[in-house]
């Protein structure tokens, strides 16, 4: 979409390859929503023929990491914008805003570990459901991980001042990525909270 | 004409400066780490056939077991051990035989070495593209297919041997460490090489899928694709859908194993202690891996598909039957394989009505499957038959897939399951209909393209050979085995002397046995063939089978990027052999429509009024009688 405004600069090959990538990443979310979905399967099985769920109120500590999650995806759409308008200087703000909030998340799910800890919930636990909660959330956790190295890059790419088209790319890879794990953040959390 | 096109689009070299030239690779570029589709194609076969010669070792090292379960091989000692003291091989390493023999033949030859192989080479080259969407990721899906055979080899070298809980890895089996030696150490190994796959398997598909969808070149839309890149596709689509969820399933597994996690373990009792795991159930993991496990065998044998309408339509010199019916029947196994993963848990005390469902929509996969056999015959129906190896090996394909899909409409049927679950019954239906079957898809892909891949041709005599003798001793092998499977006879079992029922089937695991030590010699005969061939075999014409298809438009010497000049426009489908009217009996998709006036038909235009008129004119003016047949 974005990148027709400078279409004719780029040669179609280079155009083509950016797309078919983009495409890759597209279905690497496809991919990976569905592992996710062998996960919640599992729960939902799981919680049928038992008759029950994990059964817990959640820690609060998680609904301070979903806001900084969707804080952070706002901030990437800000910087997405400044892209497009070339104001590197707004897009590196936003960027680093983007990284800090992604970190925080990560340190708030550790934090939310502790506390089902420390309530009892452990990891090792004769109900799966509850050693469900940590699996999709340290594996949500990889996943957020790959998108901080993602928007590590289009940081990068800033700073080394690569072409605007290159700039566009990368910063489109980060924001497909990094929204889309935090829309599979948001699912996860509302999936646990409606089948406590 | 055709030949005039072809000849077009070589003479205008090197009047383009792609970054794809020739540039000068050194030997690890070029051929360990190369980023080039037709050298990874060819990393992926040969690797696939290294893993398929030691599956295929395995095979016959329990094939002996089965047949003489009291004999003592000595030699065997010598190479396996303390896994064959005094000559017999060990019942645990029986189970790891079968095991091992499962997970290399399934994932590792049929999956990666056929997948990995054909949509490697055939996607760009068919489909005019340069190379994948990612070069890179193509690399690593290699790279991590390697590691993960040398690590599944690896425990073969470790004190408690490999996995042995058969290659679907049920628990509490396999999520045990305990619980026999294969569940300790093996298994970890197991389980990370799978890790491994599945990322090797996602890279290799999502970029198939991403370069299918992208990167054609002009002209080509989907409906001018041939059969081989619609099931390479359909395949690389089953796979970035089905593979997560194994990944899903082996995570919980891991954590079974590791960290004491009770996601599929509940009420064990061990010797004399009792495990505190609670809760779980192992059917769970029967979900999660047959969700993956069923699309897995239509991503097995589609391949096969793909390659077998390719190459009967090119040896019968005419248009494969029914080209659309072949797509849709395609998209609808892709779809339908997705509902019907139930069907291998009928005995798992099943709801009744839930099995109903499952059994419904796996018996409505014979009408796609029906359609694509009927489409082979009615191919093959009068053609001018070429009998090439690989055309003998398409057709070998075409057999087993009858034959072993016959049994499939048995199996199917949860009344009849109950009976025949994990009995032989199930070892021959699979083995013919998704081993013998996709394997001889596989060989027919090597023979029909080894000359695109190596330059030169394989030699005919050995290729028929070789064929023969694997097909008649194929069937020799896996239909004893039915009769076995309706005896009752289960799978798995160590010694046949054990049981009182299954001692008579003794003699027929001899003649069984005989036949896989002759099919595993003949393949000696494949395997000089190859290799040989590969430099020594006759150089190859850049068309030596004069077929339609892009691949067959580049150069026989390979070149990065693989067109020198300009790609190749599409005018026209891949199936325009013996066209009535046309001045050789195939017409490359390069050819555009206005250099075959003669041989046009009004269908070719797909409603183009001016197209439609010209041609009219032309007829009217150059081929009276033509006008009177066909526009009235």
Known sequence: MVHTLKQEEMSPEISSSFKAKKFILWLFVVSSTIMFGGFTSYYIVFAASKGKGHGLVLPEVFMYSTAVLILSSICLFFAAKAVRNHNIQTQKIFLWVTLALGLVFGYLQVDAWSALYRSGATLVNNNAAISVIYIVSGMHLLHIFAGLCFIASSLLGAYRKVSSENAVFRIEIASIFWHFIDILWIYLYVFLLLNS | ?632
């Not at chain 2, 997948?115 to 080479?121: A, C, I, R």
């Not at chain 2, 691949?551 to 066209?579: A, C, L, M, Q």
């Open chain 2, 1 to 632: 004409m055709s030949t005039i096109t072809l000849n077009d689009t070589h003479h205008n070299d090197h009047h383009d400066d792609h970054a794809h030239g020739h540039h000068e690779q050194s030997f690890i570029t070029k051929y360990i780490f190369s980023q080039d589709h037709k050298m990874i194609a060819k990393q992926f076969l040969i690797t696939g056939i290294i893993m398929a010669v030691i599956a295929m070792g395995l095979s016959i090292l329990f094939r002996i077991q089965l047949a003489w379960p009291d004999k003592s091989f000595p030699i065997l000692e010598t190479f396996l051990g303390k896994w064959a003291e005094g000559g017999r091989i060990k019942p645990e390493f029986y189970l790891a035989l079968v095991t091992i023999h499962g997970t290399i033949m399934v994932f590792f030859v049929l999956t990666a070495g056929l997948s990995g192989t054909f949509s490697n080479l055939l996607i760009p080259l068919q489909l005019g593209v340069r190379d994948m969407a990612s070069p890179f990721m193509n690399m690593l899906s290699y790279w991590f297919f390697f590691i993960a055979c040398i690590i599944m080899m690896s425990s073969f070298f470790i004190e408690t041997g490999p996995a042995s809980a058969g290659w679907t890895i049920y628990p509490p089996l396999s999520a045990l460490p305990k619980a026999i030696p294969g569940s300790g150490l093996g298994m970890t190994l197991w389980l990370v090489s799978m890790v491994m796959f599945v990322a090797s398997q996602l890279m290799g598909g999502i970029n198939y899928v991403s370069t299918v969808l992208n990167m054609r070149t002009k002209g080509m839309d989907l409906w001018k694709m041939p059969l081989t890149i619609w099931a390479f596709f359909l395949t690389a689509v089953l796979g970035v859908l089905s593979f997560p969820v194994l990944v899903a399933g082996v995570v919980l597994m891991i954590f079974d194993r590791s960290f004491g996690t009770s996601f599929y373990l509940s009420d064990i009792v061990m010797g004399s202690q009792v495990l505190p795991n609670e809760g779980g159930s192992p059917i769970l993991w029967e979900h999660l891996f047959w969700f993956l496990g069923h699309p897995e065998v239509y991503i097995v044998i589609m391949p096969a598909l793909g390659i077998s309408s390719e190459v009967i339509s090119v040896n019968s010199r005419k248009p494969i039957f029914g080209y659309h019916a072949m797509v849709y029947s395609l998209i609808g196994i892709t779809v339908l394989s997705f509902i019907v993963w139930g069907h291998h848990m009928f005995v798992t005390g099943m709801n009744p009505l839930l099995g109903g469902v499952f059994m419904i929509t796996t018996l409505i996969i014979a009408v796609p499957s029906a359609v694509k056999t009927f489409n082979y015959l009615a191919t093959l129906w009068r053609g001018n038959i070429r009998f090439t190896p690989a055309m003998l090996f398409a057709i070998g394909m075409v057999s087993f897939f009858i034959s072993g899909g016959l049994t499939g409409i048995f199996l199917g049927n949860a009344s009849l399951d109950i009976n025949l679950h994990d009995t032989y019954f199930v070892v021959a239906h699979f083995h013919l209909v998704m081993g013998s079957a996709a394997i001889f898809g596989m060989l027919a892909g090597v023979y029909h393209w080894f000359p695109k891949m190596f330059g030169r041709m394989m030699d005919a005599k050995l290729g028929y050979l070789h064929f023969w003798v694997t097909f008649i001793c194929a069937y020799l092998v896996f239909f004893p085995l039915h009769f076995l499977g309706l005896d009752g006879v289960p799978r798995r079992y160590y010694a046949f002397t054990e049981f009182e029922f299954m001692q008579k089937w003794v003699t027929v695991n001899i003649f069984v046995t005989w036949s896989a030590i002759v099919a595993a010699l003949v393949q000696v005969a494949f395997l000089f063939n190859f290799f040989y061939s590969i430099f020594k075999g006759k150089v190859a014409t850049q068309n030596p089978w004069q077929a339609n298809t892009l691949e067959w438009t580049t150069p026989v010497e390979h070149i990065h990027g693989n067109w020198p000049g300009e790609i190749p426009t599409v005018h026209r489908w891949p199936y325009d052999y013996s066209k009535p009217g046309a001045e050789e009996d195939f017409i490359p998709q390069t050819v555009p429509y206005s250099e075959t006036m003669m041989s046009n038909m009004p269908h070719d235009f797909e409603g183009n009024a001016e197209s439609e008129r010209i041609q009219r004119e032309w007829d009217a003016k150059n081929n009276p009688t033509k006008v009177n047949a066909e526009f009235h």
